[in-house]
C-alpha cells in the first residue's frame, strides 16, 4: 500500500472529468472500512453538479478546493437504526481516509475538508445537498486530477513511540 506514504492533500485540480469506474472503485474502498459493531452508518452524495460544488466551496473559509473539483464525494450518516451511535463519527473518519488512500492509488488527488461536528456547518451542507433529516453530512472530499504533484513529506518521528 504505497498509497500511505505518497498521498498528499491535493487542493488544485485539473479540469478534466473523472470517470465513473473510478468514481465507483473509491466508493467500495469507502464502504469496505471497519465499523464499530459493523453497523456501516454511511451514504455517500456524490457531486458532479458546478453550481453545487460552488455552495459547498463556501461552507468554511477552508472548502475553496470544492469549487473546481470535477467531483466532490460528501460521506454522511444515518443518525438512526445504529448500534454504536458514539462510534459513528469515527466510522466516518476510516472509511473517508479510505477514499483518499484510493484515489491516490487510482491516480487521482484529494483532501479532506472538515464539517462534522460543526453544527451549522453541518447544517448548511444538508440544506445544499436537501439531505433528509436522517442523514448528517461528515465532510467535503473534493477528487480530481492534481494539478500539481509533491512529495509527501516524511512525518515518522521515533520520540512519538513509547514501548512499555
Known amino acids: 500500500m504505497n498509497a500511505i506514504f505518497t498521498r498528499v492533500s491535493t487542493r488544485q485540480f485539473e479540469q478534466r472529468e473523472v470517470d465513473s469506474k473510478y468514481i465507483i472503485k473509491?466508493?467500495?474502498a469507502a464502504m469496505a472500512a471497519p465499523s464499530a459493531v459493523n453497523q456501516q452508518p454511511w451514504e455517500f452524495w456524490v457531486s458532479k453538479d458546478r453550481e453545487i460544488n460552488e455552495k459547498l466551496s463556501q461552507v468554511t473559509p477552508y472548502a475553496t478546493p470544492a469549487?473546481?473539483?470535477p467531483v466532490v464525494i460528501i460521506p454522511c450518516y444515518r443518525t438512526e437504526n445504529l448500534n454504536a451511535p458514539q462510534m459513528v463519527l469515527i466510522d466516518m473518519a476510516i472509511c473517508s481516509e479510505n477514499i483518499l488512500l484510493e484515489a491516490e492509488e487510482l491516480g487521482?488527488?484529494?483532501v479532506m475538508l472538515?464539517?462534522?461536528p460543526l453544527e451549522d456547518r453541518m447544517d448548511e451542507v444538508a440544506e445544499i445537498l436537501?439531505?433528509?433529516e436522517n442523514i448528517r453530512?461528515?465532510?467535503l472530499i473534493p477528487v480530481g486530477y492534481?494539478?500539481?504533484k509533491h512529495e509527501q513529506e516524511d512525518r515518522y518521528e521515533?520520540?512519538?513511540i513509547h514501548t512499555l
Open 146 to 148: 492534481p494539478l500539481n
Open 26 to 28: 473509491i466508493l467500495r
Open 158 to 160: 521515533p520520540s512519538k
Open 130 to 132: 436537501k439531505l433528509p
Open 108 to 110: 487521482l488527488g484529494a
Open 114 to 116: 472538515g464539517i462534522a
Open 137 to 139: 453530512p461528515f465532510m
Open 67 to 69: 469549487k473546481n473539483a
